[in-house]
């Protein structure tokens, strides 16, 4: 009945208003997030929807952060990813170094046995691990929220993956030249090893960043809440103040979201290889 | 086993190395014998150890403990910590508030499992066709994954209110009545769904379309020279090939709605009427709220045990033959 060419053209319409639909129902809720921000509270349900507030509230947002210390919630953030990020990939680097490139009896029940975790989830083992770290006084301090966090098999299957991709001769070579081990991995494994050590940093830092039900277990006082922690005592101290709650929301995406348009091939790639971890 | 390699393989398709002295010829490699790594076992396990030790003592550690809980009556408010066999699995197999946590999880996680792998590997097939400006769609599909996971329930409550975003643009436009989504028992858990979905779609988009990018172009050609059809070339090349992926992605889905808690917590604390007491809702209150260590242990151990099971079976399914 058609043509080719014309067979072709109403594929390509078809998929671009599929496309365009899927795309307009994942950002209306966003896009209602920051208008929400803006108006004032008895505005929130007015009908039709006014997406673009012709009066904006850009009060709300020094307003709203204003009533509880979110400067303070940033920094605890902010030390807490960074911290996990840099000694996980260390500590990953060299047990996906130590898996690939070492015959060790063992390796393989190692390499099963951390495997396994990443379909363990926090919540399962969630009263056993607060009680331990309870147990070692880090109830409400960084270490409780750093150290245990670290203990993560995404990290250790990546970079054991990379290495052992890397070819064994480059190893050989720099041993036969006289370098040590440790020498050996900080000039030849980790500078062939960038893009992984890139996204598995991206990856730990988005998710340390986002976590909340481990922090909401051993955090207690307000000095040591991370964001996502403000965030969840200022929606319940605020329940019925949309902008307000609206406004917090946003400022808490923007590390993120700042993250993601800057590192976008990492972050993908890391979720695209993460898969399985839960 | 299987899924173990497919993760392997996942991993395996990620970066090549940018190093350009990689191109080394095979027969060199041959040439050096079986070279298998340096023979120092002792330094292997060395570079191993660090994260070793953490693992041990917040992942291993942990199970054990929790399993031994799980057969005391320990409870940090009245001190205790007697050993009482199977007395909480007992007591759990008699409690029709667990199975009803059990069925409600159930209900939860495949009724997100099912549309969200069939909406996820729709919108990957349409991102990966060869068409303008298909990059950009990708990062405007991908944004609801990088909302940070707290402010998912918190917007999506609001977007839930009887006067919010879903009634007054969806449903009344229908024709119903606006419903009252998180205080109704019919319609909490569908609600969960939802925005459990608009969440973790374009994370399994993403894990899809980097299956299928790495499907090779000339399957595709030689079905075509063959005379397939699309719906034929979809269902003998695509589907066989992108097993292992489905395999990650329902892994995947499962583990992350069998465990969630955070929704549950933000959205409806287990109301209306218990009607989304999930699980893992359980087993923090049992835990947290009543301190009764022993008896959620127990609900963990076999909240775990779902998780094994449910992976267990994605495997047969989605078994590959090599």
Redesign the interface.
């Known amino acids: 009945m058609f043509g080719n060419r014309m067979r072709s053209r109403l594929l390509?319409a078809a998929?671009?208003l599929?496309?365009g639909a899927?795309?307009i129902l994942?950002?209306?809720?966003?896009f209602?997030?920051v208008s929400?921000s803006l108006k004032s509270t008895v505005n929130v349900?007015d009908?039709p929807?006014e997406w673009i507030p012709a009066d904006p509230q850009f009060n709300n947002y020094p307003d709203s952060l204003g009533k509880q210390d979110f400067p303070r919630y940033f920094l605890n953030s902010g030390i807490v990813a960074t911290t996990v990020t840099i000694v996980h990939v260390l500590?990953?680097s060299?047990?996906g170094?130590?898996?690939?490139?070492?015959?060790?009896?063992?390796?393989q029940l190692?390499f099963?046995?951390?495997?396994v975790?990443?379909?363990?989830?926090?919540?399962?083992?969630?009263?056993?691990?607060?009680?331990?770290?309870r147990g070692l006084g880090w109830e409400d301090s960084y270490a409780g929220l750093i150290?245990?966090v670290?203990?993560d098999a995404f990290g250790?299957?990546?970079m054991r993956?990379?290495f052992?991709?890397?070819?064994?001769?480059?190893?050989?070579a720099a041993?036969i030249d006289g370098a040590g081990?440790l020498r050996t991995?900080f000039t030849i494994a980790i500078p062939?090893?960038?893009?992984?050590i890139v996204?598995l940093g991206i990856f730990m830092f988005?998710a340390t960043?986002?976590?909340?039900?481990w922090p909401?277990?051993i955090v207690n006082s307000s000095e040591m809440k991370t964001?996502?922690l403000g965030?969840?005592s200022f929606?319940s101290g605020e329940l019925s103040n949309?902008p307000a709650?609206?406004a917090v929301?946003t400022v808490?995406?923007i590390p993120?979201?700042t993250l993601?348009l800057a590192f976008?091939r990492f972050?993908?790639?890391g979720?695209?290889?993460s898969?399985?971890?839960? | 086993m299987d899924?173990?390699g497919?993760?392997?393989r996942?991993?395996?398709?990620?970066?090549?190395?940018?190093?350009g002295?990689?191109g080394?010829p095979r027969s060199?490699?041959g040439a050096?014998g079986s070279?298998?790594?340096?023979?120092?076992?002792?330094?292997?396990?060395?570079?191993?150890l660090?994260?070793?030790v953490?693992?041990v003592?917040?992942?291993?550690?942990?199970?054990v403990?929790?399993a031994w809980?799980s057969l005391t009556n320990a409870s940090?408010v009245s001190r205790t910590s007697d050993f009482v066999g199977l007395e909480n699995y007992i007591a759990l197999a008699g409690n029709p508030q667990f199975f009803k946590a059990l069925i409600i999880t159930g209900y939860y996680v495949f009724g997100t499992l099912v549309p969200v792998v069939i909406i996820s590997l729709a919108?990957a097939l349409?991102?990966n066709?060869k068409?303008k400006g298909r990059g950009l769609?990708?990062?405007?599909?991908?944004?609801?994954?990088?909302?940070?996971?707290?402010?998912v329930p918190?917007?999506?409550q609001?977007?839930f209110?009887p006067?919010?975003?879903v009634n007054?643009?969806v449903i009344e436009t229908l024709g119903f009545e606006a419903i009252n989504w998180l205080t109704s028992t019919d319609s909490v858990i569908p609600a969960f769904i939802v925005s459990t979905g608009?969440r973790i779609?374009?994370?399994c988009m993403?894990?899809f379309?980097?299956g299928l990018q790495g499907i090779p172009e000339d399957l595709y050609e030689a079905a075509k020279v063959d005379g397939a059809s699309m719906p034929q070339r979809f269902r003998y090349v695509t589907i066989p090939r992108l097993k292992p992926?489905i395999l990650?992605?329902v892994?995947?889905a499962v583990?992350?709605t069998?465990?969630n808690?955070?929704f549950m917590?933000?959205m409806t604390n287990g109301g209306p009427d218990n009607a989304s007491r999930t699980l893992?809702l359980f087993?923090?209150e049992v835990?947290?709220r009543f301190s009764r260590?022993g008896y959620?242990?127990a609900a963990?151990?076999l909240?775990?045990l779902v998780?094994?099971v449910a992976?267990a079976i994605s495997l047969r399914i989605f078994r590959t033959d090599d």
């Open positions: 390509s998929t671009y599929m496309l899927c795309t994942f950002l209306v809720p966003i209602w997030m929400t349900f009908l929807i500590l990953a060299w047990a170094y130590g898996l690939a490139k070492y015959q060790f009896g063992g390796r190692l099963w046995a951390i495997l975790t990443l379909i363990l989830p926090l919540e399962v083992i969630m009263i056993p691990l607060w009680l331990t770290v150290v245990p670290i203990a250790v299957l990546l993956q990379y052992l991709s890397l070819p064994s001769e480059l190893i050989d041993r081990h991995f062939n090893a960038w893009p992984a996204t988005q960043w986002d976590e909340f039900v909401f277990l964001v996502p965030v969840q929606q949309f709650v609206m929301s808490a995406t993120l979201a993601f976008q972050w993908i790639r979720v695209a290889t898969g399985i971890r839960g | 899924a173990i497919v993760t392997a996942q991993l395996g398709s990620s970066p090549p190395p940018v190093d002295r990689r080394l060199l490699g050096l070279w298998r790594g340096p023979s120092q076992p002792f330094w292997g396990f060395l570079f191993v660090p994260i070793l953490l693992f003592v917040f992942k291993f550690w942990p199970i403990y929790a809980l940090p919108i349409l991102v066709q068409i769609f990708r990062v405007l599909l991908f944004f609801p994954a990088i909302i940070p996971i707290i402010v918190i917007l999506w609001f977007l209110h006067y919010g975003l007054t643009t608009w779609i374009p994370l993403v894990i379309l980097a992926t990650v992605v892994v995947f583990t992350l069998a465990k808690l955070v917590l933000v893992s087993i923090y835990g947290f260590v959620a242990s963990a151990v909240l775990l998780i094994v992976t």
